[in-house]
């Protein structure tokens, strides 16, 4: 014996189509090795078998792809920048926002409003006249102390 169950008058798990579920099914007819007919227990209806859907079938539709990256520019990724510049933002949130110019005077942790790239923070002093200003997008050099940038 090959030690199936799988033969008519046997029980098996089947999904019933009126029942709408995975129930205990009795084999009311076979063809060839495969369940053809079930009997459900809980509705007593014959129905055709199909098989229980908590088990995998070999022909389950597995194939979804749901990993899109999407990619702002296709540069190097920024989210490091932007999370820093976050970071930053949030440890200085109760520092004054100043307003960007050439002649105006920066310190590290001063919040700089630049007319082209928004709101960022000093982040590193750069001698003698210059700051690295990080913004949520990017980091800048910027000149201040209305030194002229000289070598
Ligand atoms: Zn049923």
């Excluded at 227990?41 to 749901?66: D, I, L, N, Q, S």
């Excluded at 006249?129 to 000149?143: A, H, P, R, S, T």
């Amino acid at each position: 014996m090959a030690g199936t169950s799988t033969e008519v008058a046997k029980e098996t798990l089947a999904y019933c189509t009126s029942c709408k579920m995975d129930l205990n099914s009795i084999i009311v007819a076979m063809k060839g090795d495969k369940i053809a007919k079930v009997q459900c227990f809980t509705c007593k209806k014959e129905h055709v078998y199909r098989a229980p859907k908590g088990v995998t079938e070999p022909k389950a539709k597995a194939t979804r792809a749901p990993r899109k990256k999407k990619s702002e520019d296709g540069t190097t990724p920024e989210n490091s920048i932007e999370a820093e510049w976050e970071k930053l933002m949030n440890a200085h949130k109760d520092a004054p926002m100043k307003s960007y110019s050439m002649k105006g005077q920066f310190t590290l942790g001063d919040k700089v409003k630049h007319t082209n790239f928004g709101d960022g923070i000093v982040g590193r002093l750069i001698y003698p006249n210059k700051i690295e200003v990080i913004f949520q997008k990017d980091m800048k050099i910027l000149i201040h102390g209305g030194v002229p940038d000289s070598k």
